[in-house]
């Protein structure tokens, strides 16, 4: 009996003590919206701190195409501008390092193109009729089942990606001019194209080519 009544004197006093016990969010103010919960703030998105008086600049900043948000403004990438990094700059050259032939015809237009054996491929480039690069050497007998790629080394620069150029296929010939296989006209830029390290020439004609570039700015 004395047991059961210090038991219930013991309890009451901690069930007093508990009624008294301050609210931990008595002393706390939250900024900016924040709500405290058991004394501490929390804080609506954007906000962080201990009374939520941080605001990230960067809270809702969207970056397009690879930048990175400071202080709330975008710092694009390079070839990128614009408040969110959506616009394209234009290059001033693309830079061609290597194309690849990724179909000629195989024959010249039911003959061989060479009397006992295959062509003897290159490519060039040319711009209004104007050669402005060929590959130095050629590729012989090329085998029309394969792809066939050729190390533009040096590289070779497009000086106006917006303007036209033509990429066209030879067969070099010993004894007689050497015979066109095929060529397509091309622009090497688009304003949206989001700077590909390669692209595909295929008009679904005679000849097709793949181009390996980069960007100079
Ligand atoms: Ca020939
Ligand atoms: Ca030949």
Redesign the pocket.
Known sequence: MRNLSLTLILLSAVLSLASCKKDPCDDITCLNGGACIDGSCNCPEGYSGAQCETFDACFNVVCLNGGDCVNGACVCPEGYTGADCSQQITPSKIRISRIEVTRFPATDNGAG??FTSG??IYPIIAKNNNLLWEYPSFIQNADPSTNHSFDVNPVFDLESPNDQYAISLY????FDND?FMGGILFTPYSSNNKFPSTFTLDAGGDVAFKVYVSYVW
């Open positions: 193109w060479d062509p003897d067969d070099y010939d010993d015979d």
